[in-house]
């Protein structure tokens, strides 16, 4: 069983930031697109950035210029570096890594909470 491991979450004042990270199993990270995706109470799961392995990132529109997200390919970790936080991107974010050939292949952490309040 493919096991994605994360870290980082909690609780910060609107403004503040956070780092996510996730590892994978290196015979994962080495081909999978890895992602993050958030869920808020009420609200479908969306996804929040992806990274290739060749490093091309896709970001939604309501974080462009806040995150970041990156990868390190020798620790098989990727990051979600999230700035100037606001109340609306308090959910569960989950780590995601996806078969660029094959759609059936996706694999999911078990979530991490992430608060923005005062």
């Known amino acids: 069983q493919v096991q994605l491991v994360e870290s980082g979450g909690g609780l910060v004042q609107p403004g503040g930031s956070l780092r996510l990270s996730c590892a994978a199993p290196g015979s994962i990270f080495s081909i999978c697109t890895m992602g993050w995706y958030r869920q808020a109470p009420g609200k479908q799961r969306e996804l929040v950035a992806d990274i290739t392995h060749g490093g091309r990132t896709n970001y939604a529109d309501s974080v462009k210029g806040r995150f970041t997200i990156s990868r390190d390919n020798a620790k098989n970790t990727v990051y979600l570096q999230m700035d100037s936080l606001k109340p609306e991107d308090t959910a569960v974010y989950s780590c995601?890594?996806?078969?660029?050939?094959?759609?059936?292949?996706?694999?999911w952490g078990q979530g991490t909470q992430v608060t923005v309040s005062s």
């Open positions: 995601n890594a996806a078969h660029p050939y094959v759609s059936s292949l996706r694999y």
